[in-house]
């Protein structure tokens, strides 16, 4: 072949090439996170929902955040209104907030959507021969050291352990705890009559439980021991006991029903272990991590880490076990959990009726979020 022939073709490549490398430039992902404010037509189907109902989850968040400088303003607005209709609950988050896309990693915009619940469970004060599984309060032997009381960079990040001598060791796991109920000897609430039972509530941090007169009274979330949450669900995949897309709170609670021994060491595989409070009044639903009342299928949990508590996020995803029904909404960031890690991650709460349990315990659906976050933040970046 000529040299003209090879002159050419090199730079044939080298054009390429650039071209290439412009192309990949051009569509770099967005980095994970909160992305640029965009515009409310940008905004997945905004004008569909029914934003009155999302009011109360606002004045619940408000109830937190008054005195905050982004939202002070926003706080006197909303109290100012009583009852409004869709249309002025829309035009009312249009006018204090403004939309932001969120991103995983690799600039992915969609994550998992899952759901939790309140579950009625049942009861006694005393112990016997059907209430023999300890539903515990927080005890004092439970250590929290702040972090970011000696390094400001690590505020919120808490650690938890117990005073061993003059050294403090971790906390007793799962595993421990169920081994030996003499290690929180005193510290117990009520009694249960179903371990399984016991440890879904683990799992969803409040629930109702009926005690044997038939009075019923709620439990909130405590605290808990500072191990790190692990599913059992993906546990049971990892051992081929169940597929990947079996796995439901059904499909778990059944399989620890057919294999009671077995049962035994897969729960103590989750070393996560959650201390809880009697909440005297359970009409008045669970209160959140923002220590703000849960509004059903309106209060998700989220990863602290990137979304501050309170705030309004869009949320799209669809209803659970129905790809084709959409369920785009208004939500707050009004509680966390163990298992919710990640950018593009939320938990919906949806309440503590039998539809509730239904719709939390089989929803896994993929779903993006856009956090409204308030103009006055926006302006003082």
Same mark, same amino acid.
């Given at each position: 072949?000529? $040299? !003209?022939?090879?002159?050419?073709?090199?730079?044939?490549?080298?054009?390429?090439?650039?071209?290439? *490398?412009?192309?990949?430039?051009?569509?770099?992902?967005?980095?994970?996170?909160?992305?640029?404010?965009?515009?409310?037509?940008?905004?997945?189907?905004?004008?569909?929902?029914?934003?009155?109902?999302?009011?109360?989850?606002?004045? !619940?968040?408000?109830?937190? *955040?008054?005195?905050?400088?982004?939202?002070?303003?926003?706080?006197?607005?909303?109290?100012?209104?009583?009852?409004?209709?869709?249309? *002025?609950?829309?035009?009312?988050?249009?006018?204090? =907030?403004?939309?932001?896309?969120?991103?995983?990693?690799?600039?992915?915009?969609?994550?998992?959507?899952?759901?939790?619940?309140?579950?009625?469970?049942?009861?006694?004060?005393?112990?016997?021969?059907?209430?023999?599984?300890?539903?515990?309060?927080?005890?004092?032997?439970?250590?929290?050291?702040? %972090?970011?009381?000696?390094?400001?960079?690590?505020?919120? @990040?808490?650690?938890?352990?117990?005073?061993?001598?003059?050294?403090?060791?971790?906390? #007793?796991?799962?595993?421990?705890?169920?081994?030996? +109920?003499?290690?929180?000897?005193?510290?117990?609430?009520?009694? %249960?009559?179903?371990?399984?039972?016991?440890?879904? %509530?683990?799992? +969803?941090?409040?629930?109702?439980? +009926?005690?044997?007169?038939?009075?019923?009274?709620?439990?909130?979330?405590?605290?808990?021991?500072?191990?790190?949450?692990?599913?059992?669900?993906?546990?049971?995949?990892?051992?081929?006991?169940?597929?990947?897309?079996?796995?439901?709170?059904?499909?778990?609670?059944?399989? %620890?029903? &057919?294999?009671?021994?077995?049962?035994?060491?897969?729960?103590?595989?989750?070393?996560?272990?959650? #201390? =809880?409070?009697?909440?005297?009044?359970?009409?008045?639903?669970?209160?959140?991590?923002?220590?703000?009342?849960?509004?059903?299928?309106?209060?998700?949990?989220?990863?602290?880490?990137?979304?501050?508590?309170?705030?309004?996020?869009?949320?799209?995803? !669809?209803?659970?076990?129905?790809?084709? @029904?959409? &369920?785009?909404?208004?939500?707050? $960031?009004?509680?966390?959990?163990?298992?919710?890690?990640?950018?593009?991650?939320?938990?919906?709460?949806?309440?503590?009726?039998?539809?509730?349990?239904?719709?939390?315990?089989?929803?896994?659906?993929?779903?993006?979020?856009?956090?409204?976050?308030?103009?006055? !933040?926006?302006?003082?970046?």
């Amino acid at each position: 072949m000529s $040299a !003209h022939y090879w002159n050419l073709l090199r730079l044939i490549l080298l054009a390429s090439a650039t071209l290439l *490398l412009g192309a990949c430039a051009l569509f770099k992902p967005p980095q994970p996170g909160i992305g640029k404010v965009l515009s409310w037509d940008k905004v997945d189907d905004w004008q569909t929902d029914r934003h009155a109902e999302a009011w109360p989850a606002l004045l !619940h968040s408000c109830a937190a *955040l008054a005195k905050k400088a982004d939202w002070q303003q926003i706080c006197q607005a909303a109290t100012g209104i009583e009852n409004p209709d869709d249309l *002025l609950a829309r035009q009312f988050f249009e006018k204090w =907030f403004t939309p932001h896309p969120v991103y995983g990693a690799g600039g992915k915009p969609t994550g998992l959507i899952t759901g939790y619940y309140e579950p009625l469970l049942f009861g006694s004060f005393e112990p016997d021969q059907r209430f023999r599984y300890p539903l515990y309060g927080r005890p004092d032997s439970l250590l929290i050291i702040d %972090l970011g009381d000696r390094f400001p960079e690590l505020k919120n @990040q808490r650690l938890r352990g117990r005073l061993v001598g003059d050294k403090v060791m971790p906390y #007793f796991s799962r595993a421990e705890i169920d081994a030996d +109920q003499t290690i929180l000897e005193g510290n117990e609430l009520l009694w %249960l009559d179903d371990r399984d039972a016991l440890f879904f %509530l683990h799992i +969803q941090g409040s629930g109702r439980v +009926q005690l044997p007169d038939g009075r019923v009274i709620g439990v909130g979330y405590a605290d808990q021991n500072g191990h790190v949450y692990r599913s059992i669900g993906k546990i049971l995949v990892e051992r081929g006991a169940l597929a990947l897309d079996e796995v439901t709170l059904f499909t778990i609670r059944e399989w %620890l029903r &057919m294999h009671p021994e077995e049962a035994v060491e897969l729960l103590g595989q989750n070393p996560s272990y959650v #201390f =809880f409070v009697l909440r005297e009044d359970p009409g008045q639903g669970p209160v959140g991590s923002m220590n703000v009342p849960l509004t059903p299928v309106r209060s998700i949990a989220i990863d602290p880490k990137l979304v501050s508590l309170g705030v309004p996020i869009w949320l799209s995803t !669809h209803y659970p076990g129905n790809p084709d @029904q959409p &369920m785009k909404r208004l939500v707050f $960031a009004q509680d966390t959990g163990g298992a919710i890690k990640g950018n593009v991650r939320a938990d919906v709460f949806w309440g503590h009726d039998n539809n509730a349990e239904q719709a939390a315990g089989t929803m896994k659906s993929p779903g993006s979020l856009f956090v409204l976050l308030p103009r006055q !933040h926006n302006l003082q970046q």
